[in-house]
C-alpha cells in the first residue's frame, strides 16, 4: 500500500517541497507519517541537484503533533515498545534537523508538541501570525521528551522552563519573539512571498558554501571555545578557498559578474563552479 501520509515534489530549480498530508487530523502524525518522513528527509540527502526543502502542512493547520489513535495504542506498549517508538521518532527529527539542504518551514493554523519539534528542526521558519502554538504534552501527562533538544536550541531553556511546564497556548507574534519563527506573515499571499524572497537569497548563494556553513553550525553550536576548534576553522576556510567554487565565486566578484552557479541552478556543489 502506498504511504500518502506525506507528499514528496520537486521542481526543476532544486526545490523539494515535502507536504504533511493528513489534513483531516490537522496534519497529526503516526508511524506511518513518521517513517515516510525519515523515509524522503534520507532520500533528499542523496540528492544533489536539491538545494532546499520546504516543509508545510496541507489544510488548515502544520501540525497538531501526535495522532490520538497512536497514542492510545502506545498506552498498551510495553517498555520496550515505548523506547523503539519514541527512538524511531528520535531519528526522524535528526534527519530533518541535519538534512545537508537549506530546510523552511511553512507553518499555518496550529502547531503543537511534535509540530513545534518539526518547526524548530528547521533552518528558516515563516509562520502566519495567527498561528497557535502549545507545547501541550503535560496536560496529558507526558513531556516533550525527543523534540526537546531541538525547542530548548530554538527558544532557549529560560523559556522552555515556562512553555515545558505549564502547556499554554501562544500566538505567532510570541512565537517570533522566542525564536522559534523568523518571519510573520498575515496572508497565504504574503508567506508564499516571503519563502520566495528566502529561497532567492539561497540561489544566489554557492551551494556547497551552504553546506558546509551548515555544517560548521552542526559541529561548533555549543561546544567551549578551544585550541582543537580554532584549529578546525583555520583547516576548514582554507580546505574550502582551494574549491572550484570559492575560486568561482572570489574571480566572479572581481570581476563584477555574477558566479557560474547563479546561471546554472539546476545543478549544485562542485559541478556548479
Request: hydrophobic fraction near 40%.
Amino acid at each position: 500500500m502506498t504511504n500518502t501520509t506525506v507528499i514528496l515534489d520537486r521542481d526543476d530549480d532544486g526545490i523539494a517541497w515535502v507536504t504533511l498530508n493528513r489534513p483531516e487530523v490537522h496534519n497529526a502524525f503516526d508511524e506511518m507519517m513518521i517513517a515516510r518522513l525519515r523515509e524522503i528527509f534520507y532520500e533528499l540527502e542523496q540528492d544533489n541537484h536539491c538545494r532546499a526543502v520546504v516543509l508545510r502542512g496541507a489544510g488548515k493547520s502544520f501540525s497538531a503533533g501526535a495522532d490520538l489513535d497512536w497514542m492510545r495504542r502506545a498506552a498498551d506498549f510495553s517498555h520496550n515498545q515505548n523506547l523503539a517508538d519514541a527512538e524511531y521518532l528520535a531519528a526522524m527529527l535528526n534527519s530533518l534537523h541535519s538534512l545537508n539542504k537549506l530546510t523552511i518551514a511553512c507553518v499555518q493554523g496550529a502547531a503543537m508538541g511534535g509540530g513545534i519539534g518539526l518547526v524548530s528542526c528547521c533552518d528558516l521558519v515563516i509562520a502566519d501570525i495567527n498561528t497557535t502554538f502549545a507545547l501541550s504534552e503535560v496536560k496529558i501527562g507526558l513531556i516533550p521528551a525527543t523534540i526537546s533538544p531541538y525547542v530548548l536550541s530554538a527558544m532557549g531553556a529560560r523559556n522552555a522552563r515556562r512553555y515545558f511546564q505549564t502547556g499554554e497556548k501562544f500566538k505567532g507574534q510570541r512565537a517570533y519573539e522566542l525564536g522559534l519563527v523568523h518571519e510573520l506573515t498575515t496572508s497565504e499571499e504574503e508567506m508564499a512571498g516571503q519563502l520566495k524572497v528566502m529561497l532567492d537569497h539561497m540561489r544566489t548563494n554557492g551551494p556547497l558554501a551552504m553546506r558546509e556553513a551548515k555544517r560548521l553550525i552542526m559541529d561548533y553550536a555549543g561546544a567551549p571555545l578551544s585550541a582543537k576548534i580554532m584549529a578546525d576553522s583555520a583547516e576548514r576556510i582554507a580546505a574550502i578557498r582551494s574549491r572550484p567554487e570559492a575560486k568561482e565565486g572570489l574571480k566572479a566578484f572581481l570581476e563584477k559578474r555574477k558566479p557560474g552557479w547563479i546561471s546554472h541552478n539546476n545543478k549544485t556543489g562542485e559541478d556548479n563552479a
